[in-house]
């Protein structure tokens, strides 16, 4: 090929400075944008409304020096409605000096009363819009608004959605007491067939009025503070009931997703204190049996747990038939959760667990037949658990310390 | 005229990027699909089916060794209907090219840079490959060369990273309605690989068109199965979902979250989008240039190339208003009854002519 001329040349220099200096079209300052962090979605006061409530991080608060960092808060919430999610948070536009940006919130959290009457309208918005992310976390206020729950802070923690994010890794590591979904999972638990949603649970904790809270927090006090427990039961994309702790824990042993926790059982010998344990390792799944007396759903646990306190004294090397005992109990206690976690489900006719996609996965065949009425196959279906238990290690003392009397 | 010459494998690069381009931005057969596990089924029928397909194409440009699909149409036909196969082809690259164009500009402009005008992207990108097209197949083929592993290191990333929120139990019940229900995302997956049409424009460059027989099922297969592992990743990300998302591939990526330290990575597709748009574009603007060309039997291909790539940008927004024609046009059945019948008759029509050449001449020979 020819050498370029220098016309050419000064034609494709002239074509880049046109391209270049005109600037970039979607530019976003970082200075110009107000990141959200947490969102909450209430019925606004006008019939027919939505409201959305956004806590946002207050960039200068965080990175000023120690004394404004501790003394200013380092977020603030604000309010808008509209008839849909999207109007709402175009309101926001004409109440915030900075343009709100969505890619970073943490979690979306729905009112008790918007839940109650069904989220189809409210979920859209964060499915379709490019900014907001299929991997934040739905969370289901209880008893209360989500704007009053936005408002609640932590005394160690500045940021409370950051706080409430720990809050939910925090118990379902170490307590497996909540379930919880992305908005990922609860789209596919609503479109998916023979699936309901389940997710976590909060609640709003009142402080006494002149509650002072201790350390180096100097702003005005924290007047509520947030609790993590139990779950929030969906039929469709309404929230039909709550789940306590353990009946949630009953959920994850058949799901398969409990981490670890706390069990506690009756002493075996005396029966009047308590051994506590600590899972370690469990496995869950569950199997559809189809048979002629109708649907049978055959859960399987393993659960390896550790003698995490004793009560009492008790000489756990003297008889390997003590260590049975205590698996049995313990087997016991699994039992109840699931069975409570399924009853409870039943009784609302909402499959949390899945057990008709399951079917469908299985025997699609029959999935065909069954899936019509399937709300009254779930609530008539049997099911039959079988716990592994089995206890792996003692701690660092083999018996406890005995009281001498 | 002077020749450019191509090795196989670069001819092969061409076409996998080519392929990927369409389904790394829109994944229309993913869309088409009503039962979303059964999409591995549906790449796999689609590879089976394009392969003899493709290799006919192939066969023919070994008869006529030198001369383009273009070329050869003339001389099988008569020069009138020559001609007129000729043009349709022409139009059917240039139509690729511009729908290319569009999905790479709703896409663009849907996902991230909102408030950007589509023709900024579109004819960005459109200048780009045709400058390389300008430059020659040779250029074109190195770049895509160079460019395929870099894809495909792209592509693979978004496949395997969103692993922690991946569930295989998505992938079941396979074939719960019957075979019947995989006719339409099957007929769209051939439908894309009917693009490999334009492997009779490539094959009079290429150093070793016999090579090509075998590379030309290489391209399908490879694409094929990167299209299979991306459709079984979004597949087990958003399990029933998945055929609501308008670019299932890059909201694949948005999932990446490792250690919430290692997200929000879509560049990795859109950088994906980008390289196999101009890749695609300039191919498709070479072969409607140089087709044209020899249809009107004007000396030098070269010149059109520009004028071409801008009709391209023009016509990407003008037959495409808005983004919703073109997912309809190309999730609905539209596009696959328009590639299958103008592709599948023309290599009927050619391959039936071969034959009843060879029968007269055959005849001729024995007497």
Redesign the interface.
Known sequence: ?EPMGTRTKIGLIALLMV?MLTGC??RRELETLDFITAVGLDHAAEEGKIQVTVQMAKPFAITGSVQSSVQEKPFHVMTATGYTVFEAVRNLNSISPRRPFW?HARFIVFGEDMARDGLQEALDFF?RD?EP???SYILMAQGVKASDLLQAEFSQEPMPSEGISELLQGTRLAQSTVAAM?V?EF??AL???GIDPITVRVELIPLEEDFAIGGDVLRDEVKAKTRMTGSAIFKDDRLVAWMNRPQTRGYLWVTGQVRSGIININEPETADAYVSLEIVGSRGSFKPQLTKDGIKILVQVEVHVNIGEMQQYIDIRKDPGLWVSIERRLTQVVKNEIMAAVTKAQLFGADIFGFG??I???H?KE??RLRENWEEEFKRLTVEVEVKARIKRVGLVINRTPIRK | MFLDKISPREATAMLIISRLMMATVLFPTLTELGDPQNIWLVGLCGMIIAVPVILLVVALGLEFPGQTIIQYSQVLLGKFFGKIVGLILVWYWFHIAVTSAAALGGSLT????????EI?LIG?IAYLGASAAR??LEVMARVADNALWVVLFFVLVTIILPFD?MKP?HL??VL?DGWAALFPPVTSAVSFFMEFIVVGMLIPHVDRPQGMLRYSAYAILTAGTVLVLLGLAAVM?????VN?LSMPVF?LA??I?IGRFF??IEFIPMGAWIMCAGIKLSLFIWAASLGLTQVLGLGQGQVLIYPMGALVVASSLLFYEDFLVLIQFLTRGGWSVYSLGITLTIILLLCAAVLLRRLLRGGANGD
């Open positions: 090929m391209v079209w979607s890619a499915d490019g992310r299929r991997t992305t990922n789209l596919q479109e998916g067939e996609a399951e469908n996965r299985r699609p999935w065909r | 849907s996902a991230i840079m909102v408030e950007t005008p900024v960005i430059n020659g929120v139990g079941l019940p719960a990300v958003f399990g029933p979902n609501n909201s948005r999932m979250s997200e929000r």
